[in-house]
């Protein structure tokens, strides 16, 4: 079954406007927390990650959001470019581990 | 090279034949992944090798399915008896040491079973 849960399966923002896609996790064994971006026909190529000492991390126009009690992460995307249509996946990562439990990821349009 | 490089980009078989999708890591890169995505859906790993030994086999979907690392280097997935379920993207990657906080993927291979 699926570790991750992410939502909303896509989502459509306008030109400067704010992406945010969320993602739950329920095995508290995770420690590492990467977003994956990936266009049409390329495989996956890490964005940003974080892990649950900090509560965000921020890097350029994209911010990670970590709710380590609620067992739940987001991307933010801040102003929003038509380059930034793509699918975005959270995946995450246990101390001791290498598998990547991915989410079933979220496509973004972002119109000009 | 500059990157994880997969051949063939796409691949036609026929139900009952078998493949070999191929994988060229990034030079000196440790730790090698496969991993299926389906259409519409994350990817799901497949095996894990570190240098020549596979350590990890579980997600190998059943025993049509073999994966090798013979020099720790390059690596193939082999899919005997395709089946249409097969259908999917293969996708490899490569991190730099043991585990998977900085891996690299390729573009993938993908797989349609006629």
């Known amino acids: 079954q699926q570790q991750v849960k992410q939502s909303p399966q896509s989502l459509i923002v306008q030109k400067g406007g704010i992406s945010i896609i969320n993602c739950a996790y329920e095995n508290t064994a995770f420690d590492y927390f990467p977003w994956y971006q990936q266009f049409p026909g390329k495989g996956p190529a890490l964005l940003i990650a974080?892990?649950?000492?900090?509560s965000e991390k921020k890097e350029g126009r994209f911010t990670i959001s970590f709710n380590k009690s609620a067992k739940q992460f987001s991307l933010h995307i801040m102003d929003s470019q038509p380059g930034d249509s793509a699918t975005y996946f959270c995946?995450?990562?246990?101390?001791?581990?290498?598998?990547?439990?991915f989410g079933a990821g979220t496509t973004v349009t972002v119109r000009a | 090279g500059a990157g994880v490089s997969q051949s063939p980009r796409y691949k036609v078989a026929k139900r009952g034949q078998d493949v070999a999708l191929r994988c060229d890591p990034i030079s000196g890169h440790v730790s090698l992944f496969w991993y299926q995505q389906a259409l519409g859906q994350g990817p799901e790993f497949l095996t894990y090798f570190q240098n020549e030994a596979q350590l990890d086999k579980s997600g190998l979907p059943s025993d049509r399915f073999f994966a090798e690392r013979p020099e720790g280097s390059v690596s193939t997935l082999k899919i005997q008896r395709t089946q249409q379920e097969d259908s999917a993207v293969y996708l490899c990657?490569?991190?730099?040491?043991?585990?998977?906080?900085?891996?690299?993927f390729g573009q993938g291979t993908r797989l349609t079973v006629v």
């Open positions: 990657a490569s991190s730099q040491g043991a585990g998977n906080t900085e891996a690299f």
């Open positions: 974080i892990r649950p000492d900090v």
């Open positions: 995946a995450a990562l246990g101390s001791n581990d290498y598998k990547l439990s």
